[in-house]
């Protein structure tokens, strides 16, 4: 099984700041990297499909970049809507993996 | 717009079989564009795939829970279906079903979840 190892676990920031959440994969798996969103009590919405693509609907200010075992996820100015738990997730092999999510609070 | 909707029991007993149904509309599962998946998210916890269905029936089951899973569909009613056997309090979580894209692996649709509770 691909391992996913993300960081940080939490992380406090205040409105505006820029904010980037890493993901470590324990193999190679090219670009097959998305990013999810979950609000407490929801269910995770899709933000990045294969590292880098934005899903449609989604505002400009999230990114995803990487390739192979490193990805990055970036906020570019923190909202009050932002506030959620973020996760990685793998599907260059089965089973397909979440990373461990980042619970992001506003300072 | 894509929905889905999961429905069953929210109270299942040790030992007995959890049976979920996800229910979509706005778009056909007989389509072929998507495969359909079961992921559990335990209370305050990480989310974990259970497996997925394509609509010819062709199925993947995390190895994990590989033994006790059954994925199934039904196309005339487009809904797919999980049941999860021998279940124990570990199996307590959120349930959602949702779309994949991309091969399976972009959930880009996702039911709001049902929570089911293993206890006596």
């Known amino acids: 099984d691909i391992q996913m190892t993300q960081s940080p676990s939490s992380l406090s920031a205040s409105v505006g700041d820029r904010v980037t959440i890493t993901c470590q994969a324990s193999?190679?798996?090219?670009?097959?990297l998305n990013w999810y969103q979950q609000k407490p009590g929801k269910a995770p919405k899709l933000l990045i499909y294969?590292?880098?693509n934005l899903e449609t609907g989604v505002p400009s200010r999230f990114s995803g970049s990487g390739s192979g075992t490193d990805f990055t996820f970036t906020i570019s100015s923190l909202q009050p809507e932002d506030i959620a738990t973020y996760y990685c997730?793998?599907?260059?092999?089965?089973?397909?993996?979440f990373g461990q999510g980042t619970k992001l609070e506003i300072k | 717009q894509v929905q889905l909707q999961e429905s069953g029991p929210g109270l299942v007993k040790p030992s007995q079989t959890l049976s979920l149904t996800c229910t979509v509309s706005?778009?056909?599962?007989?389509?072929?564009?998507?495969?359909w998946s079961w992921i559990r998210q335990p209370p305050g916890k990480g989310l974990e795939w259970i497996g997925y269905?394509?609509?010819?029936?062709?199925?993947y089951y995390n190895p994990s829970l590989k033994s006790r899973v059954t994925i199934s569909v039904d196309t005339s009613k487009n809904q797919f279906s999980l049941k999860l056997s021998s279940v124990t309090a570990a199996d307590t979580a959120v349930y959602y079903c949702?779309?994949?894209?991309?091969?399976?692996?972009?959930?880009?649709?996702w039911g709001q979840g049902t929570l089911v509770t293993v206890s006596s």
């Open positions: 269905i394509y609509y010819s029936g062709s199925t």
């Open positions: 997730q793998q599907y260059d092999n089965l089973p397909p993996f």
């Open positions: 706005g778009g056909s599962i007989s389509s072929g564009d998507y495969y």
């Open positions: 949702a779309r994949g894209g991309h091969d399976y692996g972009v959930l880009d649709y």
């Open positions: 294969d590292a880098s």
């Open positions: 193999q190679d798996i090219s670009n097959y």
